[in-house]
């Protein structure tokens, strides 16, 4: 059976029924997985380069020659 089907939009969305008509209708400030993919990605380039390794591992490391 579909979500939804004979379910109330609290029951299917929960209390961000704001959040996901904003996500749905593409306004502004919503997120959207391209948002928290390159959020994620952020996060571990500035914790590699934080701890001294490689952030593009399997790529050859210029010595600036």
């Known amino acids: 059976m579909p ?3 004979g379910q109330s939009v ?3 969305l929960g209390d961000d029924i704001e959040r996901f008509c ?3 209708a593409g306004e502004e400030g919503a997120r959207n ?3 928290r993919w390159r959020e994620h ?3 571990n ?3 590699n ?3 001294g390794s490689d952030p ?3 790529k050859p490391v210029h010595s600036g020659r």
């Open 3 to 5: 979500a939804g089907r």
């Open 10 to 12: 609290h029951e299917v």
């Open 22 to 24: 904003a996500a749905l």
């Open 33 to 35: 997985h391209r948002d």
């Open 41 to 43: 990605l952020n996060r």
């Open 45 to 47: 380039v500035a914790k």
């Open 49 to 51: 380069l934080a701890d």
């Open 56 to 58: 593009t591992p399997g």
